[in-house]
């Protein structure tokens, strides 16, 4: 219940553009804040951008520009959208459920990761 799964990596050119989708499975609650984040071996998990219930955004200023961030709360699904990517760019993205509201819009926090997806951006 209430599990993200990402879906939409691959691999594109310098350049190319992706859509990657984040559908919470099982969903229990009403509405739902997700985040992306990404991570390449070795390194820390790194936040790219967010968006709360309410359609509220945030972005890493590395992603700024060229990344975008939207929902559809009927289908419980959030979308990064990532245009001009870079080989920089190039990593295992994944959603995160920060907290999720009922209909009278309690919040629980539930810092719930999906599996992933990995994203390769070649040279």
């Known amino acids: 219940q209430d599990r993200p799964v990402e879906s939409g990596g691959g691999s594109v050119q310098d350049g190319g553009s992706l859509r990657l989708s984040c559908t919470v499975a099982?969903?229990?609650?009403?509405?739902?804040?997700l985040d992306w984040y990404r991570q390449t071996t070795g390194v820390e998990r790194q936040f790219v951008a967010g968006i709360t219930s309410d359609g509220q955004t945030s972005f890493h200023p590395s992603v700024l520009g060229r990344f975008t961030v939207s929902q559809d709360n009927e289908k419980n699904t959030v979308y990064l959208q990532m245009n001009n990517l870079k080989p920089e760019d190039t990593a295992t993205y994944y959603c995160?459920?920060?907290?999720?509201?009922?209909?009278?819009?309690?919040?629980?926090?539930?810092?719930?990761w999906g599996q992933g997806t990995l994203v390769t951006v070649t040279s």
């Open positions: 099982g969903a229990t609650y009403r509405w739902y804040d």
């Open positions: 995160k459920i920060v907290r999720a509201f009922d209909s009278g819009s309690k919040a629980y926090p539930l810092n719930t």
